[in-house]
């Protein structure tokens, strides 16, 4: 019965986070599963090339188990200042 209700809760929502007890136990930050995790209607709050660089960074992380998925991705954030920079680099070699 709580499945079944968890479930209904579930489809009203706009945006799923679901964290990662393995990356919380290596003290991995944000312990958040990114392959799981998204927002259903980014077309909505993303201009296009943003969300283009969004949706190429998702595909080349979905192919990493978690661990790796952040930790690269961290990593990788960590060599700019800005989420835009990013991205822009993200497009340019994706």
């Known amino acids: 019965m709580d499945d079944a209700i968890f479930q209904e809760f579930k489809g009203t929502g706009n945006m799923e986070l679901v ?3 393995e990356l919380a136990d290596r003290r991995i930050w944000p312990a ?3 392959s799981r995790s998204g927002t259903r209607r980014e077309e909505k709050i993303l201009g296009e090339e943003t969300l283009n ?3 190429q960074l998702r595909r080349a992380l979905v192919s990493m188990n ?3 998925a ?3 991705l961290v990593r990788k954030l960590e060599m700019f200042s800005t989420n835009a920079e990013f ?3 993200v497009r340019s070699v994706l």
Do not use: A
């Open 19 to 21: 964290l990662s007890r």
């Open 32 to 34: 958040i599963d990114i």
């Open 53 to 55: 660089s969004v949706i």
């Open 66 to 68: 978690p661990t790796e």
């Open 70 to 72: 952040m930790t690269e």
């Open 87 to 89: 991205l822009e680099r």
